[in-house]
């Protein structure tokens, strides 16, 4: 059973950059066609997916985020970061890291729990 594990700072201050850390157990994150997903929930709102990296390491970002977006992995740990720079309090939300085989529309096989973000001054 594939397990993830989401770590990192729970406050951040507005036009910081928010890292979040996603540790997998259970599989390896260069298993092939698995793609693994940030995704994350605004209080009172629906998932937003934020990006993924793939299996062979290729990179894909939502639109909306692109220019704030950075996912990379450390295949050594068997994790995959997230970095949102220049947040805002509309950034606050839970933050989830999950696996499938796709990125965006893909259904996901395996979920980390997820970590609250709040984006306080």
């Known amino acids: 059973q594939v397990q993830l594990q989401e770590s990192g700072p729970g406050l951040v201050k507005p036009s910081q950059t928010l890292s979040l850390t996603c540790t997998v157990s259970g599989g390896s994150i260069t298993a092939n066609y698995y793609y693994w997903s940030w995704i994350r929930q605004p209080p009172g709102k629906g998932l937003e997916w934020m990006g993924a990296?793939?299996?062979?390491?290729?990179?894909y970002y939502s639109p909306s985020l692109k220019s704030r977006t950075s996912i990379s992995r450390d295949m050594s740990k068997n994790q995959f970061t997230l970095r949102l720079s220049s947040v805002t309090p509309e950034d606050t939300g839970v933050y989830y890291c999950a696996t499938g085989t796709g990125t965006e529309w893909s259904p996901y096989f395996f979920w980390g729990q997820g970590t609250q973000v709040t984006v306080y001054a």
């Open positions: 990296i793939g299996f062979g390491g290729k990179l």
